[in-house]
Antibody, heavy 119, light 110 residues
Framework: QVQLVESGGGVVQPGRSLRLSCVGSGFTFSSHGMHWVRQAPGKGLEWVATVLYGGETQYYADSVKGRFTISRDNSKNTIYLQMSSLRAEDTAVYYC????????????WGQGTLVTVSS | NFMLTQPHSVSESPGKTVTISCTRSSGNIASNYVQWYQQRPGSAPNIVIFADNQRPSGVPYRFSGSIDSSSNSASLTISGLKTEDEAHYYCQSYDHAFWVFGGGTKLTVL
């Protein structure tokens, strides 16, 4: 079935690192740009990062630039988000999201994985 | 980069019509498509309008979208409100290397 499944969330101390993974299934993974979108507790949605089809191009929100790295392995139908120098304000549910092949909207979301940055 | 501003909350009665606005801070609203997502508590968002006014298959005709260049804003209109429409709604747009969401609007159907 067509789905995205995230993993890797948890509790981490400020300043430490964490890596999130997202596995896609049921569709041609390499045909889609893939994004991470986060949602802090009780707050709205915030775009975090994007990796295009072959993985050669990445884009980042200013709030995470220089600290987070997005990558993908199309042979494993997986994208990653390497997060370093984590801050309390990075606490959020992180969603893996598929961008349509027509490059117009987000058409498939994972269930999300919670990252809590706390000492 | 631009921002999208939405009202924090709106409320209306079942059967009525409600409109949620989304104002772009700079640049022309018509320059880049606007999307609308519905998010119910505990769930991931789902698309209800894309490309300003297009409805994905499976989304009821009660949902419609528009843009207004004079106010530099987009709008989501829901007619014939049902209690199941109670949710948060987010507008979203993008430009080169940049994607942005509005702050979200809590719709209460009472």
């Amino acid at each position: 079935q067509v789905q995205l499944v995230e993993s890797g969330g948890g509790v981490v101390q400020p300043g430490r690192s964490l890596r999130l993974s997202c596995v896609g299934s049921g569709f041609t993974f390499s045909s889609h740009g893939m994004h991470w979108v986060r949602q802090a507790p009780g707050k709205g949605l915030e775009w975090v990062a994007t990796v295009l089809y072959g993985g050669e191009t990445q884009y980042y929100a200013d709030s995470v630039k220089g600290r987070f790295t997005i990558s993908r392995d199309n042979s494993k139908n997986t994208i990653y988000l390497q997060m370093s120098s984590l801050r309390a304000e990075d606490t959020a549910v992180y969603y893996c999201v598929r961008w349509t092949t027509t490059a117009v909207y987000y058409d498939l979301w994972g269930q999300g994985t919670l990252v809590t940055v706390s000492s | 980069n631009f921002m999208l501003t939405q009202p924090h909350s709106v409320s209306e009665s079942p059967g009525k019509t409600v409109t949620i606005s989304c104002t772009r801070s700079s640049g022309n609203i018509a320059s880049n498509y606007v999307q609308w997502y519905q998010q119910r508590p505990g769930s991931a968002p789902n698309i209800v309008i894309f490309a300003d006014n297009q409805r994905p298959s499976g989304v009821p005709y009660r949902f419609s979208g528009s843009i207004d260049s004079s106010s530099n804003s987009a709008s989501l209109t829901i007619s014939g409100l049902k209690t199941e429409d109670e949710a948060h709604y987010y507008c979203q747009s993008y430009d080169h290397a940049f994607w942005v969401f509005g702050g979200g609007t809590k719709l209460t159907v009472l």
